[in-house]
T-cell receptor, first 114, second 113 residues
Framework: QKEVEQDPGPLSVPEGAIVSLNCTYSNSAFQYFMWYRQYSRKGPELLMYTYSSGNKEDGRFTAQVDKSSKYISLFIRDSQPSDSATYLC??????????????FGAGTRLAVHP | DAGVTQSPTHLIKTRGQQVTLRCSPI?????VSWYQQVLGQGPQFIFQYYEKEERGRGNFPDRFSARQFPNYSSELNVNALLLGDSALYLC????????????FGQGTRLTVV
């Protein structure tokens, strides 16, 4: 079983829709949770960075973390064609053993059509 | 402000050859991590370097090595290349050794033929 599970999609939605992206994980030691956006053949771009449980909002993006369920979500409001990309969740135990390592999901491909 | 820069952008090598990939972190960032991303998968951790010392290593063979220079730039070396080493190699820059946002470069796409 992978430490982080993420549905690869593809997810296709019309412009203006609310998009929900999710990841589950098995390691209860994870404390830091991130969402990255990756366009084709580019490096991942950090969208959201959160610590422990709770919600965080930034513009059209909202990240939710539920540590009791080992479940994280990213919501995108008023989705735009420019949001079409692969979304990667990542998490970390923190400064464990003297270093910091991100564990990524496989990524969900999102297509927003006009 | 310049982000994380990686060079080269693309590279084609033959099996058995050696390759060196380079990374310059964001100014002021002292930690550099390397990740391998195979097509259709999320990035996999290879190394973290902080203050010129290796602080962590992922589950990769000894053919993979790296170093960090006094200016905090870093090189990733891969010896005896295999076809399976074909991937996007990503460098991540962060402020310190521990937790903090990690910012990625555009990656180096390595193709081994």
């Amino acid at each position: 079983q992978k430490e982080v599970e993420q549905d690869p999609g593809p997810l296709s939605v019309p412009e203006g829709a609310i998009v929900s992206l999710n990841c589950t994980y098995s390691n209860s030691a994870f404390q830091y949770f991130m969402w990255y956006r990756q366009y084709s053949r580019k490096g991942p771009e950090l969208l959201m960075y959160t610590y422990s449980s709770g919600n965080k909002e930034d513009g059209r993006f909202t990240a939710q973390v539920d540590k009791s369920s080992k479940y994280i979500s990213l919501f995108i409001r008023d989705s735009q064609p420019s949001d079409s990309a692969t979304y990667l969740c990542a998490m970390s135990r923190g400064f464990s053993g003297g270093y910091n390592k991100l564990i990524f999901g496989a990524g969900t491909r999102l297509a927003v059509h006009p | 402000d310049a982000g994380v820069t990686q060079s080269p952008t693309h590279l084609i090598k033959t099996r058995g050859q050696q390759v060196t990939l380079r990374c310059s972190p964001i100014s002021g960032h002292k930690s550099v991590s390397w990740y391998q991303q195979v097509l259709g998968q999320g990035p996999q951790f290879i190394f973290q370097y902080y203050e010129k010392e290796e602080r962590g290593r992922g589950n990769f063979p000894d053919r993979f090595s790296a170093r960090q220079f006094p200016n905090y730039s870093s090189e990733l070396n891969v010896n005896a290349l295999l076809l399976g080493d074909s991937a996007l190699y990503l460098c991540a820059s962060s402020l310190g050794q521990g937790i903090g946002e990690a910012f990625f470069g555009q990656g180096t796409r390595l193709t081994v033929v």
